[in-house]
Nanobody, 122 residues
Framework: QVQLVESGGGLVQPGDSLKLSCAASGRADQTIAWFQQAPGKERVLVAAISRNGDGRVFMDSVKGRFTISRDNAKNTVYLQMNNLQPEDTAVYYC?????????????????WGQGTQVTVSS
């Protein structure tokens, strides 16, 4: 079992930055991904990172703006979001699976956090 807790969401203006955290407990040596789900839309993968950090994948629209990193000593994965835009507004979930994959489907992930709201508005 893996338990995931997200934090760091909030209300920001366009162009601002936020850093989300995903704290993992239980079997923490997992691939961790961040997904976003906007109202009325499907949940989509934003970024994922393998257990050792060597494998990473990003959604095209966030490349160059978002980075993903992890501190295995703290069992925490971070999503640094820069130059946020209104279209980034969504609930952000972290999710875990045992092995890294480039497949972005949410169905590939076994464990989920409760989500944190990110709202970008002027």
């Amino acid at each position: 079992q893996v338990q995931l807790v997200e934090s760091g969401g909030g209300l920001v203006q366009p162009g601002d930055s936020l850093k989300l955290s995903c704290a993992a407990s239980g079997r923490a040596d997992q691939t961790i991904a961040w997904f976003q789900q906007a109202p009325g839309k499907e949940r989509v993968l934003v970024a994922a990172i393998s257990r050792n950090g060597d494998g990473r994948v990003f959604m095209d629209s966030v490349k160059g703006r978002f980075t993903i990193s992890r501190d295995n000593a703290k069992n925490t994965v971070y999503l640094q979001m820069n130059n946020l835009q209104p279209e980034d507004t969504a609930v952000y979930y972290c999710a875990a699976r045992e092995f890294f994959t480039y497949n972005t489907s949410p169905s590939n992930y076994d464990y989920w956090g409760q989500g944190t709201q990110v709202t970008v508005s002027s």
